[in-house]
């Protein structure tokens, strides 16, 4: 059976919500019933401190693939990782991953009506880091700041103007399940071609 490693922070972190529902990686896990489905979603985390945990909770499982979110707490004023850190964080992960194993994730607008800490404006600049290094690395991404651009995605989030509520979920879910399968129709497609 093949592993995903679900990393991340708050947004990642936990299998339902508060209302019951289905959050990131339960969502993975019953659609994509062969992979074993591994949350490692920590609330309130930076990049930097995910990188102390990064070897017992990613590597160690020695994953097929690893969805890597992370950027609002590094984009908010009282946690604050500049871009420049933040994109070496990831490059850390990514490296001792490999390219082909990681589903880079860019983070998602807040609605600033609610939400103080964090501004659109900043966390575009870690979304459009995140893009930059897909492309350098030629790893997997999903693109989940314009995704939710280009909706109303303040109907994707709680009142908090942060969190996903059940909409939200679903988007991001149903990117990263459409992401990894064609990441095994694409592998299936080599070995074919090797035979």
């Not at 990188?51 to 990613?58: K, N, P, S």
């Not at 590597?59 to 604050?80: K, Q």
């Not at 659109?120 to 290094?133: D, G, I």
Request: proline share 3%; glycine share 4%; with cysteine.
């Amino acid at each position: 059976m093949k592993t995903l490693v679900c990393f991340g922070d708050s947004i990642t972190s936990e299998e339902k919500s508060d209302d019951g529902s289905l959050r990131l990686s339960s969502r993975v896990r019953l659609s994509l019933q062969k992979w074993n489905v591994i949350n490692a979603g920590v609330p309130a985390e930076t990049t930097r401190v995910a990188l102390t945990r990064f070897q017992e909770d990613v590597l160690r499982h020695d994953p097929d693939l690893v969805t890597i979110l992370f950027g609002a707490n590094d984009a908010s004023r009282h946690r604050l990782i500049e871009v420049e850190e933040y994109k070496k964080n990831l490059e850390y992960m990514i490296e001792k991953l490999g390219p082909s194993k990681v589903i880079l994730v860019s983070p998602s607008p807040v609605n600033e009506r609610f939400q103080h800490a964090r501004s659109n404006e900043e966390l575009k600049n870690y979304a459009f880091a995140v893009r930059k290094l897909a492309k350098k690395y030629n790893t997997h991404f999903v693109d989940l700041w314009t995704e939710m651009i280009n909706k109303d995605y303040c109907k994707m989030l709680n009142n908090d103007g942060l969190h996903f509520n059940k909409k939200g979920y679903k988007l991001l879910a149903d990117l990263v399940i459409r992401k990894m399968e064609k990441i095994s129709k694409s592998q299936a497609s080599k070995r074919m071609l090797l035979l």
